[in-house]
């Protein structure tokens, strides 16, 4: 059971996995750099810990982003969009944010 504030756990719109989709924001440069699945626990541990902490839909569990990798978030604040379907996560980041090595998850593959 997740420790989320109610009010903020009633704000969400889940999809049929009890998930929201969480963009990930540099604080400083405003570049995209990635994008994540939160559930309620997940934020809860972002929210608290200030790490951004997402939920693994391939390996079924939490991972805390640069636990294995050293390439940290320090989650500077998180906003919720208007429709409350997409997480903002604006963060410090330490390192390349893709598991790539890339800068960010956008830098290739432009489609237009």
Request: aromatic share 6%.
């Amino acid at each position: 059971m997740s420790s989320l504030d109610p009010a903020i756990a009633a704000r969400l719109k889940r999809n049929e996995a009890g998930l929201v989709p969480a963009v990930v924001q540099d604080a400083t440069s405003r570049a995209v750099l990635m994008m994540g699945w939160m559930d309620d626990e997940a934020l809860h541990r972002t929210l608290t810990t200030r790490r951004g902490t997402f939920w693994s839909r391939s390996r079924q569990e939490y991972w805390v982003k640069g636990e294995t990798s050293g390439h940290t978030q320090h989650v500077r604040e998180v906003r919720l969009d208007c429709d409350g379907d997409t997480l903002l996560v604006v963060v410090d980041q330490v390192g390349a944010a893709c598991h790539t090595g890339a800068t960010t998850c956008f830098d290739e593959d432009r489609l237009a």
